[in-house]
């Protein structure tokens, strides 16, 4: 069946099963190469973690694009719209774009007997887009993971970066923090340069692993917090992005931009200090009115660091939350309802998701007035209702709700 139109092409990728046996890269690197390996010709920043890989990546692209770069980034999921996962200098991929590619590597990957999973799948198509744009960089952000993860089909790295790491995705990664460190440092490359995150809780381990494949290692040092950003070894940095926990990727960020330049990238101070102060990226502490934040962490530590954030602000704080079956969210719940005046329990279709009901039983366990609202729009407007004038509503627990609620504030709520 040909792909024809954007609805076709989105249909068929999101056919692609999640997951394909046996885990790996062999079959993805058999469709690369007879896409003529688009990912030889290009040079990436790698970014694995548990939380704020998007943010860093964001960051390091807009950084890169000021100074003039052509800049690819390639993150996941997507808040609003499929295209915001493959994007050039800010520029999503065109719808034309997509389904040309998405027919071109549907072909070579029945032609060859190379069937990936759906991520794997994008993985490819964005390969092939950036080498045809003929990007300086490609800013790619795994998926889950980092030794199996699609992304790790690249042979070598500019940088790869290693963001925080906590528990997530257990079932797949490892029951431990340091079994998913572990996992994260596949990422790392023979002779390579490394940047982490400071990880005190697996910082052997990182080290270890460098040591292992003889990579350069810096650890990113804790940035000052200032009203509008931070200082960093000396140096006072505005930033677009809020919340309490930006300006620790950020320094991860300012290390990356160190290692390029000494690896002979220039990049201005100007450049670094315009990316970082207006960086866009969605759904992390992100005030979508002056009273209403979206933030989608969704594990325990995004969800405490959330939680810091809100209690910094010194006001009523109302919470909407949805949330997804196989994180911790009892644990989720717990800790961010400690910052709450009232909550809010509502639900998203799909069967990973909890029930609203679900989520007052949980919310029955701790002393915060909660009130169930299964509708996403209804259980908003109620949230701004008991928020009042003073208050803040804070909309969290999931992208996927994070996304849904974005589209309810361009106009409907």
């Given at each position: 069946m040909k792909i024809n139109n954007y609805k076709?092409?989105?249909?068929?990728?999101?056919s692609i099963p999640k997951f394909r046996r046996p885990l790996g890269n062999e079959k993805l690197n058999r469709l690369l190469e007879s896409l003529d390996k688009p990912q030889r010709n290009l040079r990436f920043i790698h970014i694995a973690g548990t939380n704020g890989k998007g943010s860093c990546a964001a960051m390091t692209a807009a950084i890169l694009a000021a100074q003039g770069y052509k800049t690819g980034l390639y993150?996941?999921?997507?808040?609003?719209?499929?295209?915001?996962?493959?994007?050039?200098?800010?520029k999503m991929i065109d719808n034309e774009s997509l389904v040309r590619l998405t027919e071109l590597v549907k072909h070579k990957m029945d032609e060859n007997d190379a069937q990936v999973s759906e991520f794997a799948f994008i993985t490819a198509l964005a390969f092939v887009y950036f080498c045809e744009?003929?990007?300086?960089?490609?800013?790619?952000?795994?998926?889950?993971g980092g030794r199996l993860d699609a992304t790790n089909v690249i042979d070598k790295s500019c940088v790869s970066a290693l963001m925080s790491i906590s528990l997530d995705h257990t079932q797949f990664l490892g029951e431990t923090i340091e079994e998913i460190a572990l996992e994260k440092c596949g990422i790392i490359k023979e002779n390579g340069t490394v940047v982490s995150y400071p990880n005190e809780k697996v910082r052997s381990i990182i080290e270890e692993e460098c040591k292992k494949k003889n990579a350069d290692l810096t650890f990113a040092k804790a940035p000052q917090l200032t009203a509008d950003g931070f200082v960093y070894e000396n140096v006072e940095y505005a930033l677009s992005l809020k919340g309490e926990y930006q300006p620790y990727?950020?320094?991860?960020?300012?290390?990356?931009?160190?290692?390029l330049r000494k690896n002979g990238v220039e990049i201005d101070d100007?450049?670094?200090?315009?990316?970082?102060?207006?960086?866009?990226w969605q759904a992390r502490f992100e005030f979508v009115r002056e009273n209403v934040i979206i933030d989608g962490g969704h594990n325990p530590d995004g969800i405490h660091m959330l939680k810091k954030s809100l209690e910094k602000l010194d006001r009523k704080i109302v919470?909407?939350?949805a949330m997804m079956k196989d994180k911790s969210y009892a644990e989720c719940i717990e800790d961010i309802s400690r910052c709450a005046a009232n909550v809010v329990a509502t639900e998203l279709s799909g069967e990973r998701?909890?029930?609203?009901?679900?989520?007052?039983?949980?919310l029955s366990k701790t002393n915060v007035p909660y009130e169930i609202e299964p509708n996403v729009k209804n259980a908003v407007e109620r949230a701004m209702r008991l928020a009042g004038a003073d208050g803040v509503v804070c909309i969290c627990g999931s992208l996927y709700l994070a996304g849904e609620a974005r589209i309810l504030f361009k106009g409907i709520v």
């Amino acid at each position: 069946m040909k792909i024809n139109n954007y609805k076709e092409a989105l249909e068929y990728i999101h056919s692609i099963p999640k997951f394909r046996r046996p885990l790996g890269n062999e079959k993805l690197n058999r469709l690369l190469e007879s896409l003529d390996k688009p990912q030889r010709n290009l040079r990436f920043i790698h970014i694995a973690g548990t939380n704020g890989k998007g943010s860093c990546a964001a960051m390091t692209a807009a950084i890169l694009a000021a100074q003039g770069y052509k800049t690819g980034l390639y993150t996941s999921p997507f808040i609003e719209v499929f295209n915001e996962r493959i994007q050039i200098n800010g520029k999503m991929i065109d719808n034309e774009s997509l389904v040309r590619l998405t027919e071109l590597v549907k072909h070579k990957m029945d032609e060859n007997d190379a069937q990936v999973s759906e991520f794997a799948f994008i993985t490819a198509l964005a390969f092939v887009y950036f080498c045809e744009e003929k990007c300086d960089f490609v800013v790619l952000e795994t998926g889950m993971g980092g030794r199996l993860d699609a992304t790790n089909v690249i042979d070598k790295s500019c940088v790869s970066a290693l963001m925080s790491i906590s528990l997530d995705h257990t079932q797949f990664l490892g029951e431990t923090i340091e079994e998913i460190a572990l996992e994260k440092c596949g990422i790392i490359k023979e002779n390579g340069t490394v940047v982490s995150y400071p990880n005190e809780k697996v910082r052997s381990i990182i080290e270890e692993e460098c040591k292992k494949k003889n990579a350069d290692l810096t650890f990113a040092k804790a940035p000052q917090l200032t009203a509008d950003g931070f200082v960093y070894e000396n140096v006072e940095y505005a930033l677009s992005l809020k919340g309490e926990y930006q300006p620790y990727n950020a320094a991860v960020v300012l290390e990356i931009i160190k290692a390029l330049r000494k690896n002979g990238v220039e990049i201005d101070d100007k450049a670094v200090k315009y990316g970082l102060a207006h960086t866009s990226w969605q759904a992390r502490f992100e005030f979508v009115r002056e009273n209403v934040i979206i933030d989608g962490g969704h594990n325990p530590d995004g969800i405490h660091m959330l939680k810091k954030s809100l209690e910094k602000l010194d006001r009523k704080i109302v919470l909407v939350i949805a949330m997804m079956k196989d994180k911790s969210y009892a644990e989720c719940i717990e800790d961010i309802s400690r910052c709450a005046a009232n909550v809010v329990a509502t639900e998203l279709s799909g069967e990973r998701c909890l029930k609203a009901a679900e989520i007052g039983q949980a919310l029955s366990k701790t002393n915060v007035p909660y009130e169930i609202e299964p509708n996403v729009k209804n259980a908003v407007e109620r949230a701004m209702r008991l928020a009042g004038a003073d208050g803040v509503v804070c909309i969290c627990g999931s992208l996927y709700l994070a996304g849904e609620a974005r589209i309810l504030f361009k106009g409907i709520v």
